[in-house]
Structure formats: structure tokens, C-alpha cells
């Protein structure tokens, strides 16, 4: 599986490099917006590990340049923030998902395989996040299924928010995996495409936008 | 052009004052329309406007005909073009108002040279006055602009005073008391930990002063235990509800079931709070090894009638769910 890491820290790109197992092979690195556009589209890698705070606009950045172009490479973000603003501008842009710093190696590489088999990456907090958001709408202003979370979506984005594995919630609801990972993945499309004028409301609210 | 049309129908020199009313109603409407939407600062004039200014201006242009009358009611009509021209300063005003005048005069020439004259101090005045319109509203208009930017570079000023002296304070404090004991890995970690959940709470939290609430108050329990038992406490909230005695019963549980799992597992755990306006629940999921039921160690069986009564008390309900080698998840809620 081919790797591109964008981050401007050196040390943690280091670190990412070691990090990884041997069949994930990092073809590539960059440190600013620009040269990592360009880089991503020479070499094509699989996933891109994406820092969202990089100097000159930031992560949304990169991803709007480079699926200009290769709409089909998937982007993982990364971020030393948990917080829900970098979350929303850099899904909306186009990321598969998103991880903290402090993750796991263990956890790191699982999220890496999940963005490259196109299933998307929900930490605890973005959950968090997607329930509280797509919560406030009214429900008589609702006029598409893009801004509502069905039943069962938000049973699964209430169990990943209490810590819940993929293969847990799906002994726990008698779902298979793949199904869960679907949910999940609609919940994605529905956040990056609904232009509910709540949704923005809600998030300027709380200054996100 | 209005007050024009007004003096000649009341003077009678006009036969038919219909089509002189429509062109009235009509130049009104459109130049509303055009000046609210140009009040918008928009970079280019569109085209829509320019065409029907232009429109407008010809239909004006032979209004006197119909009418039957030979004022100058149409000379009205480019000195509003050029008003509007003025306030908002696109190039394409300026020069369709400048053709329009000069197509004036070239019509009056049709006439006498003493109606040119006329004609043309009179847009000569129109162009003064219109002048002197457009550069009020642009010496307003900048003075406002300056004024909120020199606000605005304020706030921008003081906020900066307070990120400094909060990194002053506290993170530069922090860094050099790790600095001092660099070989005790643990204390290193929790300081570390600590001061970075400070920081992105005070960087990324609301900026308007902390909320009280509960789900606030879950937050810092969190933080708490997690700093306490050096295990990794996240919480995630969705909702908010009032401190009262029920919610502070939930809180005081949850933080039982925390510390526990804290204390028993050393993975850490996961804490979910949703709180709706009826209905508050807790969720607190560990990773430990799990207990079946039967063999219940000690003192986590003793924890649970604890939480359980304190939850009981104030009308909830509690319950714990375990798996052997899943860990175990508490559950509380609790009605408001």
C-alpha cells in the first residue's frame, strides 16, 4: 500500500515512517501546501496522511487541489486538535476520516487500511459531533434525507462515541461489520453534502465557520 | 424627471399623460432596484443593468414625442444614471451616463440651439450635483469602513495580549517543570498531558466565557481522573443540561464508575454524555478483561450497589453490561 505523508513536523514524519508496518510503503513527503499537491499527483500514492494545520491554508487545501484533478485518492487526516472546527472544514473538503496525534500505531495503520478500502474513519469526538450537529435541525425543516441521520445510523454513531469497536457495534446491533461500516460511511456523505442552513447556523454558533 | 413630468401634466402642455406616468413608474422602479442592488459592492456592473439602463434611457429619450409635449422631461434620465454611476463607481455607469447625455443633446439639436444651451446646463448641473452625491457617499462609506477596522484591529490586539499571557503563565511554567525532572517518565507524561488538555480547551473551547453545565462539568471530571490515575480519560458530549441535585447524582456516579475503571483496568475508558432536555445518560466504557457476572471481584460488585443507590435515589436508572475480554460499560440516566 502506497503512503504520502503531509505534515511540517520532520520529527513526526520520521516517526510515521517507522511507525507503519512493512507492507505500507511511504512513496512520499511534504511539509508545505503546493509541494504537496503537486508531489501527490506525481506519485499517487493509496492514502494520504494529512496534517490539518499546515502553514499557508491549511489541509482543506491540499485536498481541494488535489481532487481536482484525482478525485480518487483518499485523504486521512491528522491532527494534534481534537476540535470540532478543523473536523468540519477538512471532512467537508473531502476527507475519508479523521485521527488524533496521540493515536495508536495499532490504531493508526487500521484507520490507514480502512480509508484505503474507501470506508470512512470516525474518532469518538467526531461522532460526538455529527449526533450534536445533525440533532438541532428541526424536524419540520427537514426536506431531504441528507439532513437527517436515520435510526440506525445514530445507533452507531452513539456507540462509536462511547468507545465502541466496528466489530462490537455489530455484535451489539447483530449487523456484520461491513454493514457498520457503511452506516458510517453514508454518515460521511451526508455531513460533507448537507448545506443545511441549521447545520451552518449550528456551527457558526459555536464559531466553528 | 419626476417633478418635470409633474410641472408639465399640471400645466397641460402635455396631450397624453399616460405613457409619461408608465416611464415614471418604470425609471422609479428600476432606479430602486439597480441602486439596492448595487449597494451590494459588487466588482462588475451586470449586464442585465447596463441593458436596461440603456433601455430605459431610449424609451425616455422619445417619451416627449408621445407625450405630445416639448419639455425637457427626458433630460431627467441620464442625470439618475449618473447619480447612481457616482454612488457606485463603475466605469460602465459613468460611460453609459455620458453617452446618454451627449444623445440628449445630439436629439435637442433636432430642435434649436437655444433649447441646446438650456439642455446642456442643465446637464452640466445634474452632472455636478451627481458628482458631489456619489463622493459624500464615498467619504461616509470610508469613514465607516476605517472605523470598524480600527475596532476590529483592537480586539485582534487584545486577544493576542491574552494568548500571551496565558502561554506565559501556564506553558512556559509547565515546560520548565518538566525540564527540571526530565528522568521520571510518568510525571513527565501527566504534566504533559495536563497542560495540553488546558491548552486546546483554552484555545479551541468557547470563547465567550466557560458555559456551566454539565457537560462542562463531565469534561473536567474526565480530566480529572484521567490526571489523577495517569490513565487516558475521553469524553465526548452531545447536549448540555443544568447542575442540579439529579444531574449532580449522575455526575458523582459517573465519576465512581470512572475512577473504577481507572483503577481496575489501566487502559483507560471512554465517557459519552447525551443530554436532551427530558433525559440525561452516561455512558462509561472500559477495556478491561470483564467480569462475568458470578465472579464479580469484590469490590467492583460494592461500586456498582453504590452508583446503582446513588442513581436510584434521584429516579434513574443504572445498569452494567460486561463481556469477558470486552471490558464492561456502565450505563446511567437519569430524568430531568
Redesign the interface.
Known amino acids: 500500500m502506497r503512503v504520502f505523508v503531509v505534515d511540517d513536523h520532520d520529527l513526526f514524519r520520521v516517526g510515521i515512517r517507522h511507525g507503519l508496518p512493512p507492507d505500507m510503503e511511504v512513496v512520499g513527503e511534504a511539509s508545505e501546501v503546493n509541494p504537496a499537491i503537486e508531489l501527490i499527483k506525481d506519485r499517487q500514492p493509496d492514502v494520504v496522511l494529512l496534517d490539518v494545520h499546515l502553514p499557508g491554508g491549511g489541509g482543506r487545501q491540499v485536498i481541494e487541489g488535489v481532487h481536482k484533478s484525482q478525485p480518487e485518492v483518499k485523504f486521512l487526516a491528522l491532527s494534534a486538535s481534537d476540535a470540532p472546527e478543523d473536523v468540519v472544514a477538512v471532512v467537508r473538503a473531502g476527507a475519508r476520516g479523521y485521527v488524533t496525534k496521540t493515536v495508536s500505531p495499532g490504531e493508526l495503520e487500521d484507520a490507514i487500511r480502512r480509508v484505503a478500502e474507501g470506508d470512512a474513519v470516525f474518532s469518538p469526538r467526531l461522532a460526538g459531533f455529527v449526533l450534536d450537529a445533525f440533532s438541532s435541525i428541526p424536524t419540520n425543516q427537514i426536506d431531504s434525507e441528507l439532513d437527517l441521520l436515520s435510526e440506525r445510523e445514530r445507533e452507531v454513531l452513539q456507540h462509536i462515541a462511547r468507545g465502541y469497536t466496528y466489530r462490537e457495534i455489530g455484535e451489539q446491533l447483530f449487523i456484520s461489520v461491513k454493514t457498520v461500516e457503511s452506516h458510517v460511511s453514508a454518515v460521511l456523505r451526508k455531513l460533507q453534502l448537507s448545506n443545511r442552513n441549521e447545520l451552518t447556523r449550528w456551527a457558526v454558533e459555536r464559531k466553528l465557520i | 424627471m419626476a417633478l418635470l413630468s409633474l410641472l408639465a401634466v399640471t400645466r397641460g402642455t402635455v396631450e397624453r399623460p399616460r405613457p409619461v406616468w408608465l416611464l415614471v413608474a418604470a425609471a422609479t422602479l428600476w432606479g430602486v432596484l439597480t441602486v439596492l442592488t448595487q449597494l451590494r459592492q459588487r466588482p462588475d456592473e451586470p449586464w442585465w443593468v447596463t441593458i436596461g439602463d440603456a433601455a430605459l434611457a431610449s424609451v425616455a429619450l422619445f417619451a416627449h414625442e408621445w407625450a405630445g409635449t416639448d419639455d425637457l422631461i427626458y433630460g431627467g434620465y441620464p442625470a439618475i444614471t449618473v447619480a447612481v454611476a457616482a454612488v457606485t463607481e463603475r466605469r460602465r455607469g459613468w460611460l453609459l451616463a455620458t453617452a446618454l447625455a451627449v444623445t440628449t443633446l445630439v436629439r435637442l439639436q433636432v430642435a434649436d440651439f437655444a433649447a441646446v444651451l438650456s439642455g446642456l446646463s442643465q446637464v452640466i448641473s445634474y452632472f455636478m450635483v451627481a458628482g458631489i452625491v456619489g463622493w459624500a457617499a464615498h467619504v461616509i462609506y470610508a469613514a465607516d469602513q476605517e472605523r470598524r477596522e480600527a475596532e476590529a484591529g483592537r480586539a485582534r490586539a487584545e486577544e493576542r495580549s491574552q494568548v500571551a499571557a496565558h502561554l506565559h503563565d501556564s506553558v512556559l511554567q509547565t515546560l520548565a517543570l518538566i525540564q527540571r525532572e526530565p528522568h521520571d517518565g510518568d510525571r513527565v507524561t501527566m504534566l504533559a498531558r495536563s497542560q495540553e488538555r488546558e491548552l486546546?480547551e483554552w484555545?479551541?473551547g468557547?470563547?465567550d466565557g466557560p458555559q456551566p453545565g454539565l457537560a462542562e462539568a463531565v469534561k473536567k471530571m474526565a480530566a480529572e481522573v484521567d490526571e489523577m490515575y495517569r490513565v487516558p480519560i475521553?469524553a465526548?458530549?452531545?447536549?448540555d443540561a443544568p447542575v442540579n441535585e439529579t444531574t449532580a447524582a449522575l455526575l458523582a456516579a459517573g465519576r465512581e464508575a470512572v475512577v473504577n475503571a481507572a483503577k481496575h483496568t489501566g487502559g483507560g475508558?471512554?465517557v459519552?454524555l447525551?443530554a436532551t432536555s427530558e433525559l440525561v445518560r452516561l455512558?462509561v466504557?472500559d477495556?478491561g478483561s470483564g467480569f462475568s457476572v458470578d465472579q464479580v471481584p469484590e469490590d467492583r460488585h460494592g461500586i456498582r450497589q453504590s452508583i446503582r443507590a446513588r442513581i436510584e435515589r434521584v429516579g434513574g436508572s443504572a445498569r452494567v453490561d460486561s463481556i469477558p475480554g470486552?471490558g464492561t460499560?456502565v450505563r446511567l440516566e437519569v430524568p430531568l
Do not use: M, T
Not at chain 2, 236 to 239: F, R
Open positions: 486546546r484555545l479551541y468557547p470563547s475521553e465526548v458530549v452531545v447536549g475508558a471512554s459519552y447525551e455512558f466504557r477495556r470486552q460499560e
